[in-house]
């Protein structure tokens, strides 16, 4: 969603306006203290600052602290390892409730219960851009201008309409450029940018952030990681859920391992912090996991579904739309399946229906 831009935006205004010293620290850089049980933020803030050369010594910093002189940006908790987060977590709170003159602002993907207790923190959400706020984040961008104004034309003509949703991410929005960039174009076939949505999430995304890389903790490759997810989408799809507690999350998951037996063994709870926090496709909220965006569920479906034999791809699919509504016709499920294999889509759900029209009207 943009959450580190937002801060660099945050931090030159609190620069320009002079009141106090933005301090933006990336969080994920605590990662690389193994041993935290005997440190403090104020030593981990201070190293920071000192590796840039402010020359502070921990009495001017500490004085400066109670002095209320900063505002302190702490960028992408959600990218802490999940070993220390517990730890960091009181860290940091002790940190902000020490030094109360201050100000915190921290941002994070939504990650639901790790933030009980953060009661002196206000919750705020980014907000969707509007049409125009798509077309400006584009013409910001550091891109090949000529692609850049090929999108721009297609982005205000129809583009923005057809993928609102994605439009008004800043994340997917950057996505589509890529991909318009790479396909000269869009490509009409959903599934083609969902595939490029998810590769992008889960490798190139971080590939922006130095040497950092986004912490795989199940320890699956892309399509052993893509197999498991295709699998859960597919029976969650099925069953008309589209949020699920952490039980029932659970229960699919380790159905999914038992079921897919070519997939190497991984931790159920590692994989599912991974759907949240690195690959980004489940959000929590409350006690309710759901899709980050429901179109994925739809595209896991629809690839977990071209696994199924012929028999079982016939039986599913017809008794779907049977005991459906006519909407379901005009669902993307469909129009995902087709693309991905549409020889197999005419015969297995489209032959016996065209059939039985063909014997009606020609009697």
Same mark, same amino acid.
């Given at each position: 969603?943009?959450?580190?831009?937002?801060?660099?935006?945050?931090?030159?205004?609190?620069?320009?306006?002079?009141?106090?010293?933005?301090?933006? +620290?990336? /969080?994920?850089? $605590? *990662?690389?203290?193994?041993?935290?049980?005997? =440190? #403090?933020?104020?030593?981990?803030? %201070?190293?920071?600052?000192?590796?840039?050369?402010?020359?502070?010594?921990?009495?001017?910093?500490?004085?400066?602290?109670?002095?209320?002189?900063?505002?302190?940006?702490?960028?992408?908790?959600?990218?802490?390892?999940?070993?220390?987060?517990?730890?960091?977590?009181?860290?940091?709170?002790?940190?902000?409730?020490?030094?109360?003159?201050?100000?915190?602002?921290?941002?994070?993907?939504?990650?639901?219960?790790?933030?009980?207790?953060?009661?002196?923190?206000?919750?705020?959400?980014?907000?969707?851009?509007?049409?125009?706020?798509?077309?400006?984040?584009?013409?910001?961008?550091?891109?090949?201008?000529?692609?850049?104004? +090929?999108? /721009?034309?297609? $982005? *205000?003509?129809?583009?923005?309409?057809?993928? =609102? #949703?994605?439009?008004?991410?800043? %994340?997917?929005?950057?996505?589509?450029?890529?991909?318009?960039?790479?396909?000269?174009?869009?490509?009409?076939?959903?599934?083609?940018?969902?595939?490029?949505?998810?590769?992008?999430?889960?490798?190139?995304?971080?590939?922006?952030?130095?040497?950092?890389?986004?912490?795989?903790?199940?320890?699956?490759?892309?399509?052993?990681?893509?197999?498991?997810?295709?699998?859960?989408?597919?029976?969650?799809?099925?069953?008309?859920?589209?949020?699920?507690?952490?039980?029932?999350?659970?229960?699919?998951?380790?159905?999914?391992?038992?079921?897919?037996?070519?997939?190497?063994?991984?931790?159920?709870?590692?994989?599912?912090?991974?759907?949240?926090?690195?690959?980004?496709?489940?959000?929590?909220?409350?006690?309710?996991?759901?899709?980050?965006?429901?179109?994925?569920?739809?595209?896991?479906?629809?690839?977990?579904?071209?696994?199924?034999?012929?028999?079982?791809?016939?039986?599913?699919?017809?008794?779907?739309?049977?005991?459906?509504?006519?909407?379901?016709?005009?669902?993307?499920?469909?129009?995902?399946?087709?693309?991905?294999?549409?020889?197999?889509?005419?015969?297995?759900?489209?032959?016996?229906?065209?059939?039985?029209?063909?014997?009606?009207?020609?009697?």
């Amino acid at each position: 969603i943009g959450k580190s831009m937002l801060f660099k935006h945050l931090f030159i205004e609190c620069v320009q306006l002079g009141e106090f010293i933005p301090i933006l +620290v990336e /969080l994920r850089s $605590l *990662n690389n203290f193994e041993r935290i049980d005997n =440190t #403090t933020i104020e030593d981990l803030v %201070l190293s920071t600052l000192n590796n840039q050369r402010c020359g502070l010594s921990i009495e001017q910093f500490k004085y400066s602290l109670d002095m209320g002189c900063f505002i302190f940006l702490l960028d992408g908790f959600d990218e802490i390892k999940s070993s220390i987060a517990e730890k960091i977590t009181r860290l940091l709170l002790d940190f902000c409730n020490k030094y109360s003159n201050n100000y915190f602002i921290l941002s994070s993907r939504p990650i639901g219960y790790k933030f009980i207790g953060w009661q002196d923190f206000r919750e705020l959400q980014v907000r969707p851009l509007n049409k125009s706020q798509a077309i400006e984040l584009i013409t910001k961008l550091d891109y090949d201008s000529n692609v850049k104004q +090929v999108f /721009l034309e297609e $982005l *205000n003509r129809n583009l923005y309409k057809k993928y =609102t #949703t994605f439009a008004s991410n800043p %994340l997917l929005l950057t996505i589509m450029l890529i991909t318009f960039d790479a396909q000269a174009g869009i490509p009409e076939k959903l599934n083609d940018f969902f595939e490029q949505a998810f590769l992008t999430l889960f490798q190139a995304h971080d590939a922006t952030k130095g040497t950092y890389k986004r912490e795989i903790l199940s320890q699956l490759g892309y399509e052993e990681f893509k197999t498991i997810l295709s699998y859960f989408s597919f029976q969650t799809f099925f069953s008309s859920e589209f949020e699920f507690p952490y039980s029932r999350l659970n229960e699919v998951l380790e159905k999914g391992k038992l079921k897919l037996l070519n997939i190497k063994p991984f931790i159920t709870d590692d994989y599912i912090n991974d759907l949240i926090n690195s690959v980004c496709m489940l959000v929590q909220e409350g006690l309710k996991y759901k899709f980050s965006h429901r179109s994925f569920q739809e595209y896991f479906a629809a690839l977990y579904t071209t696994r199924l034999t012929d028999s079982e791809q016939k039986q599913l699919v017809i008794k779907w739309l049977k005991e459906g509504e006519l909407v379901y016709f005009k669902h993307s499920y469909l129009r995902m399946l087709f693309d991905l294999q549409p020889k197999r889509f005419i015969i297995n759900v489209m032959y016996k229906g065209l059939q039985e029209l063909w014997n009606v009207y020609t009697k």
